[in-house]
């Protein structure tokens, strides 16, 4: 194997597939990153045997790919990055002899790099014959971001690390709990097939950071067990997460005892610096007062001190009310709304409360409150 290839264009692949090398295994070949060589194209693969993902680079002016002699390698992932990384900026050449032993050069610098044998490397999950869908980038990187970060962290109820994604009767639903709040995102998306998954909620955030910033169609594929996202020259594989998810529309209440609309930025602020007092304590604990027209954000440690600020309220309706909440979770919802005003919905002191965008049903946070005595 022999070939060219400008440093931009090596990087930017080993950049995009390392988040899918595995760090802990046995097997050698999955702590690497594979190469692949062909006429006119090279394909760098990372795969952990639970997300894999892929770059294609074209022969054109921009990459400066020169394919001298197809082939395949798998060098170490670490290794192989800091040197492409610290190269001189200028076109790379890379080599590989009989024995695997890999030559890496740029300029006047050389390096030779033990690889493996690229048959060592597990294939990746099939999708020959599946019929695919269509979404916009933005619109699935938005849906990523206002649901993963409700997704369980502890492997106690393993089905609830993922989120919950359906498609039905044009609606594409992404639903992410872990047991104390909820998130949920709608969106009306013509041309979809019916089908549901729950794909890991980290999986997920990785493959964000990879989507672009634009309307550019992402491909997606699902069988019994895999998922796989395509968009331009990078394709994302992620394993399902087995099990049921839990029905979680029984959850969500359908009418408010408190109902009141607040500036998002200004409830956002009040917690935030309300947080900076709960932060040692347990549960994050933030208190809320809501009397005629007003909102009383306080908290209070023995050890630090306590605050206490107002912000008014722009409407509201039904009864006053007192209750504290997990302040990260409040202000992980208002972020993820992003809305200049938000719609609260209260059912008393020991029920969930729901928070929207104004106007905008399409986005749910739903948070479970903190006993308060």
Known sequence: MRFAISKTALVLAIQTVSKAVAVRTPKQALTGILLEVREHELIATAYDLQLAIQMRIQSDEHNQLTVLDPGSIVLPARYFSDIVRKLPDTQITMQVASNYMTEISSGKVQFHLHGIDADEFPELPKFLGITGAQIPSSTLARLIETTAFATATSEVR??????????????????????????????????????????????????????????????????????????????????????????????????????????????????DRAALIARDRDN????????????????????????????????????????????????????????????????????????????????????SPVLWR
């Open 158 to 271: 393993p089905i609830l690390t993922g989120i919950s994604i359906t498609c039905k009767n044009d609606e594409l639903t992404f639903i992410a709990t872990d047991g104390l709040r909820l998130a949920k995102h709608r969106v009306v998306q013509a041309d979809l097939p019916n089908w549901e998954a729950v794909i890991p909620g980290k999986s997920l955030v990785e493959l964000a950071k990879i989507l672009p910033d634009n309307d550019e169609p992402v491909e997606i594929y699902l069988t019994p067990s895999h998922s796989l996202f395509v968009c331009g020259q990078t394709s994302f594989y992620t394993r399902l997460l087995e099990g049921t998810y839990p029905d979680t529309s029984r959850l969500i209440p359908t009418s408010a005892k408190t109902e009141l609309v607040v500036s998002g930025d200004e409830m956002l602020g009040a917690i």
């Open 284 to 367: 994050n604990m933030v208190r809320l007062e809501m009397e005629q027209d007003a909102i009383t954000v306080s908290s209070s440690s023995p050890e630090i001190g306590n605050v206490s600020e107002t912000v008014q309220v722009l409407q509201r309706q039904g009864e006053d009310l007192q209750i504290a909440f997990n302040a990260r979770y409040v202000m992980d919802a208002l972020r993820a709304l992003n809305a200049a005003e938000v719609n609260i919905r209260f059912n008393g002191p020991t029920q969930a409360f729901v928070i929207e965008k104004t106007g905008d049903s399409s986005i749910l946070q739903l948070i």
